[in-house]
């Protein structure tokens, strides 16, 4: 699978890291199963077109979350690890046949009073709103808006910010997201949708809202997301 970013926000992960979150995700969602061997290495670099050393820096990463094993003279094993430190750990949309790389557009970026239909979450009366279409490789699958208490930060470029919003909050404002309540329901598509995402506004889809914790288990982030249920479910895998 060659990397295409042409969906992609300006601030795209590294290539390294997005094969090995697309890898992550694969196991993640038993497309790659425990114990199976991945090809081998310049057939995979091959694949992703990728030089062997980009590609073995993404298998690196795996071996640290513990999702792979390099057994010397005989290749890469699958290993499914108790607590991937997967960078879209959080990320519960898949596509319909399992798995598949998030990908961002940023729409908007605007600090704002908090709406009165927001549950309370952090100290501010405002915050950064986010709008982004959300891509599973390339496919259109969500329409997203998240809001971060305006405590976290005075501003945030936009150009700074990666695909991951949660990377971005651990690397440049010292924030973890450590854990996340979601409520799945159904609601219709707001009126901002874009036309790359298929279903029109108004239209009943796949809904989620979610309050987001910091790792001092205080609510800092109010999102939701409307998702494409003809292309994508969303998975929560317990253990």
Not at 18 to 47: C, F, N, V, Y
Not at 99 to 115: C, E, I, T
Not at 154 to 181: F, M, N, Q, V
Request: include cysteine.
């Amino acid at each position: 699978m060659p990397m295409n970013t042409t969906t992609a926000s300006a601030a795209a992960l590294p290539t390294f890291v997005q094969i090995s979150e697309a890898i992550a995700r694969d196991i993640m969602a038993g497309r790659l199963l425990d114990g199976e061997k991945l090809p081998p290495e310049r057939a995979m670099a091959a694949d992703w077109g990728v030089a062997v050393g980009t590609l073995r820096k993404a298998l690196g990463l795996l071996v640290d979350q513990k999702l792979l094993e390099r057994v010397q003279g005989s290749g890469n094993y699958v290993r499914h690890g108790e607590d991937a430190d997967s960078i879209y750990a959080f990320f519960r949309l898949e596509l319909k046949a399992g798995g598949g790389l998030p990908r961002a557009q940023m729409l908007s970026l605007d600090r704002l009073p908090k709406p009165p239909d927001t549950p309370k979450f952090g100290p501010s009366d405002h915050a950064f709103r986010f709008r982004r279409l959300r891509f599973l490789n390339d496919t259109p699958v969500a329409l997203e808006e998240i809001w971060l208490d305006g405590s976290t930060a005075k501003s945030i470029d936009p150009a700074d910010i990666s695909e991951s919003l949660y990377h971005h909050y651990k690397s440049r404002l010292g924030l973890w997201i450590t854990r996340a309540e979601d409520r799945v329901s159904v609601a219709p598509v707001p009126d901002w949708r874009v036309d790359q995402f298929g279903p029109k506004a108004g239209i009943t889809c796949g809904y989620v809202e979610r309050v987001a914790y910091d790792q001092h288990a205080n609510p800092i982030e109010f999102s939701r997301n409307w998702f494409d249920t003809s292309v994508v479910a969303y998975v929560s895998r317990l253990k």
